[in-house]
């Protein structure tokens, strides 16, 4: 059409959506004329000279990187879900590793670190690792932090029940998932989620344990993404992002400008130590998943590039592996029906994006 083009996109989040902003403006010959920030109600204005040649560059924001994006947009969509919605803090478990801690992470940006309220709910399985973890996170945030061990109430289930296997260990997670509730009902908090996407996936998390909640801002995120974006966030409060300090938040969260003694906000030891859910002695996901390196791989290909096994194979994955995550994420559809809502930052992400019956017997 030989004639500059304005590209103008909304700010905020709305459920599941995330809408970033970055309106931007180009000339004919597509010069950029104009960038808007990302993630920020912005008003900028730009003049267009219908007669001139040649149009006047105006302000060009630079974008932010990947995985900026990706952290922003979920600070962000559960900033807006509060908001839309009425609540003015949050509550979640905080079991010393890195889901739970992205999360917290997370939150505290959102609303501020007070706004945060941090649960520890140790087992008789609880390593002191995990449990020094998770105080030292809610100390970085500046978060309140309870300790309420389960290891009474469970033995009274037991006492009556008399559970064994899979079951025992459910009940520990239900047990969890029962005081977090009590912590949302009592206070007023918004119950958050800390599953990641390859456990949503898989169906490795429990229903009406730890996937109890109303917003699950991970759930998005592959578990080698949790990781990745544990490190930037760390990363950048070493370039001087502090908590609240990102552009979304601005000086409105109430805690700008803390700076955590550790240097650090999530824990070091939540990022490398092995993943575990801590129901059984010497438990490891890796147990029960393939190696997160791999799995997501897998997980990626088959979810979000929708290929099938032959493709999966073709692509050098071995076929015990292609099988066993095949049939894992196909027979978890139910589960993921009943998880909380949470922002979608994938190209494809559970729910709207990717609609499969619960009842199917078909099988590639």
């Known amino acids: ?6 590209y103008v996109n909304q700010v905020g989040g709305q459920d599941d959506l995330v809408f970033d902003g970055g309106s931007f403006a180009v000339d004919a010959d597509g010069t950029l004329l104009e960038r808007s920030p990302m993630f920020v109600e912005d008003l900028t204005f730009l003049d267009i000279d219908t007669k001139a040649g040649k149009q006047q560059v105006g302000s060009v924001v630079d974008v932010m990187d990947a995985d900026q994006q990706v952290y922003t947009a979920c600070v962000l969509g559960l900033k807006d879900y509060m908001v839309k919605n009425g609540f003015t803090g949050v509550c979640l478990g905080l079991s010393g590793g890195i889901d739970s801690a992205l999360v917290a992470a997370m939150a505290a940006d959102a609303i501020g670190g007070e706004h945060v309220q941090g649960i520890s709910m140790p087992s008789m399985y609880s390593s002191s690792g995990s449990k020094d973890d998770a105080a030292q996170l809610a100390e970085n945030l500046g978060a309140k932090y309870d300790v309420q061990a389960i290891e009474p109430l469970f033995n009274a289930f037991q006492n009556q029940l008399h559970l064994e296997g899979v079951s025992a260990e459910n009940l520990q997670a239900r047990i969890r998932g029962v005081i977090v509730m009590a912590y949302s009902n009592s206070d007023g908090l918004l119950a958050l989620a800390t ?19 109303g917003y699950a801002p991970i759930k998005d995120l592959f578990k080698t993404k949790v990781w990745q974006l544990a490190r930037w966030r760390n990363q950048a409060l070493k370039n001087g992002i502090g908590i609240g300090g990102l552009p979304i938040v601005g000086n409105d969260a109430g805690s700008a400008g803390i700076t955590p003694k550790s240097g650090e906000i999530i824990p070091n030891n939540s990022i490398t130590k092995a993943p575990s859910a801590e129901l059984r002695p010497g438990q490891k996901d890796s147990d029960s998943l393939p190696e997160y390196a791999l799995l997501d791989q897998v997980l990626a290909a088959y979810i ?12 050098g994955f071995d076929e015990q592996t292609v099988d066993t995550v095949m049939r894992l994420v196909d027979r978890a559809e139910w589960k993921r029906r009943q998880y909380p809502l949470g922002p979608k930052v994938s190209a494809l992400a559970f729910g709207r994006d990717r609609r499969l019956p619960v009842s199917d017997a078909f099988r590639e």
């Open 1 to 6: 059409m030989h004639a500059p083009v304005l």
């Open 195 to 213: 599953g990641n996407k390859s456990e949503l996936a898989c169906g490795y998390s429990t229903i009406y344990g730890d996937a109890v909640g």
């Open 304 to 315: 979000e590039h929708a290929e099938g096994r032959a493709d999966l194979l073709a692509d």
